[in-house]
């Protein structure tokens, strides 16, 4: 008995906190309202460039590890070439080399669609695949420092693949992180 009505002068004694509250006139000294207003507002629109570098970064590392798989620059692990023989006898060269660059910036559209933040990711896909571009052009300029021997057709065809394939699966994978997030 003695703890219900303990409870209910607590119980009191919160709605009175809350009246006051209600009540009360004061308001929180404007450096620091418009500090949270400055921040909210810094993560709910983040900075283009600063998006774009992060993407970089991110699709250098899951570039360089799709390398380690593809024979065209002797950097393999495995030396297979089976799969990119199948690709290329069965597709044709140019559904070869679409899918190629779709593998190669999908992949890190996939890791960038679950590591960036969601709004980082709302940026990237309001670019419309001009950050993928602009990636794969870098990529390109990669390739030839390298010594890839590039023909005009083929790498049209093959950034035309990056840019699709990174962009369908970062909206893909954006779509199952948001999906996923709504069980949590």
């Known amino acids: 008995m003695k703890d219900k009505k303990q409870s209910s002068l607590q119980e009191n004694h919160y709605k009175d906190d809350y009246r006051n509250f209600l009540n009360s006139h004061e308001s929180a000294p404007r450096t620091l309202s418009h500090s949270i207003v400055d921040r909210v507002a810094a993560e709910l629109n983040p900075n283009k460039s600063i998006v774009f570098a992060k993407l970089l970064f991110l699709q250098l590392f899951v570039g360089i590890l799709t390398m380690l798989f593809c024979p065209q620059f002797q950097m393999s692990l495995t030396n297979n070439h089976q799969l990119f023989h199948y690709f290329h006898h069965n597709f044709g060269e140019y559904i070869c080399m679409m899918i190629c660059g779709a593998i190669f910036l999908g992949s890190g559209a996939v890791v960038a669609a679950y590591t960036l933040d969601l709004e980082e990711v709302r940026v990237i896909r309001r670019t419309n695949g001009l950050f993928y571009l602009a990636i794969s052009g870098i990529a ?24 699709l394939g990174a962009s369908v699966m970062l909206a893909l994978n954006n779509f199952l992180r948001r999906k996923l997030l709504q069980f949590v």
Do not use: E, P, Q, R
């Open 140 to 163: 390109l300029v990669g390739f030839l420092t390298f010594g890839a021997k590039l023909y005009l057709d083929l790498t049209l065809i093959w950034v035309i693949g990056a840019s």
